[in-house]
Nanobody
Framework: QVQLVESGGGLVQAGGSLRLSCAAS????????MGWFRQAPGKEREFVAV??????RTVYADSVKRRFTVSRDNAKVYLQMNNLKPEDTAVYYC?????????????????WGQGTQVTVSS
């Protein structure tokens, strides 16, 4: 059974940084991508970033480019978030797609973590 467990969320002031982690277990996919999405209250879940586990290629949402960095190592994927803004406040979800395509639509992902809250105060 595939499990994704996020950690690292919290409360931070605007301009600060946080690093989210996601531990993936229970799968044997040879080709897959790991995505980060977020959902603010009353809004749709939106794409943040995705990384190919094999190649390390990445794609980012325009709203987080040059502020967020996604990386992977030892069965974990990370999201380094710098220069955080109040509009980054959301529950952040880790996801896995059993394909090498760097897609950005939430419907394309097969597995999800439980989410971790990120709150940025102004």
């Amino acid at each position: 059974q595939v499990q994704l467990v996020e950690s690292g969320g919290g409360l931070v002031q605007a301009g600060g940084s946080l690093r989210l982690s996601c531990a993936a277990s229970g799968h044997t996919f040879s080709s897959y991508v790991m995505g980060w999405f977020r959902q603010a209250p009353g809004k749709e879940r939106e794409f943040v970033a995705v990384i190919s586990w094999s190649s390390g290629r990445t794609v980012y949402a325009d709203s987080v480019k040059r502020r967020f960095t996604v990386s992977r190592d030892n069965a974990k994927v990370y999201l380094q978030m710098n220069n955080l803004k109040p509009e980054d406040t959301a529950v952040y979800y880790c996801s896995l797609r059993s394909s090498s395509s760097l897609v950005t639509t939430k419907e394309s992902y097969d597995y999800w973590g439980q989410g971790t809250q990120v709150t940025v105060s102004s």
